[in-house]
C-alpha cells in the first residue's frame, strides 16, 4: 500500500507541473485572478460530484472545524494564485522548485515546534544543509532560466 500512495504522490506532483504551465499559458489570455478562479470553481464541481456520489463523511462537519483548519482553504487559493503569477514570468521549473524549497523550509519549522499537532522532529544540520542545497538550486535554475532567455532572444 505505501508504493502505492508513492505512486499517487508522484502523480500528483506530475499533475502539479503540468497544471502550473498550462496556468501560466492560460493566464496570459484570461487572466491571472479569472485563471485562478476557473480552477476554483471547475474543483467546486468536480468535487461536489464526487461527494454526492462517494462521499462517506459529514460536509457539515466543516462547521464544526477549528478556525485554524479552515484556514487551509486560503492557503491553497493563495498557493494557486501566486503559482499563476510566478510561471509566466519564472517558467516551470523555476516556479516548482521554489515551491518546494519553500514548502520544505515551513516543513523544516512545523516538524521541529511540532505545530498543527504534527510529529515534532527536531532540526539538524542535515535538515539545514538540504535547506542550502534547495536555495542554491533554485538560484541556479532561476539563472540558467534567465539566460536561456536571452539567448532566445539574440
Do not use: C
Not at 499533475?15 to 493566464?27: E, I, P, R
Not at 510561471?87 to 519549522?109: E, F, T, Y
Amino acid at each position: 500500500m505505501e508504493i502505492l500512495m508513492i505512486l499517487f504522490t508522484l502523480l500528483g506532483g506530475i499533475t502539479l507541473s503540468a497544471q502550473s504551465s498550462v496556468h501560466g499559458t492560460f493566464s496570459r489570455r484570461a487572466g491571472t485572478i479569472e485563471t485562478t478562479f476557473l480552477t476554483m470553481l471547475t474543483g467546486l464541481v468536480f468535487l461536489t460530484i464526487i461527494i454526492i456520489f462517494f462521499g462517506q463523511g459529514n460536509v457539515l462537519g466543516i462547521l464544526s472545524a477549528p478556525a485554524w483548519q479552515l484556514s487551509a482553504a486560503f492557503l491553497g487559493t493563495g498557493f494557486l494564485l501566486l503559482s499563476v503569477i510566478a510561471v509566466p514570468r519564472i517558467g516551470v521549473i523555476a516556479a516548482n522548485v521554489a515551491i518546494i524549497s519553500g514548502q520544505l523550509g515551513v516543513s523544516v519549522i512545523i516538524d521541529h515546534f511540532g505545530w498543527f499537532d504534527s510529529l515534532v522532529i527536531p532540526l539538524d544540520w542535515k535538515r539545514l544543509v538540504a535547506m542550502v542545497f534547495m536555495i542554491i538550486a533554485v538560484y541556479f535554475i532561476y539563472k540558467g532560466n534567465k539566460r536561456s532567455i536571452a539567448e532566445a532572444k539574440s
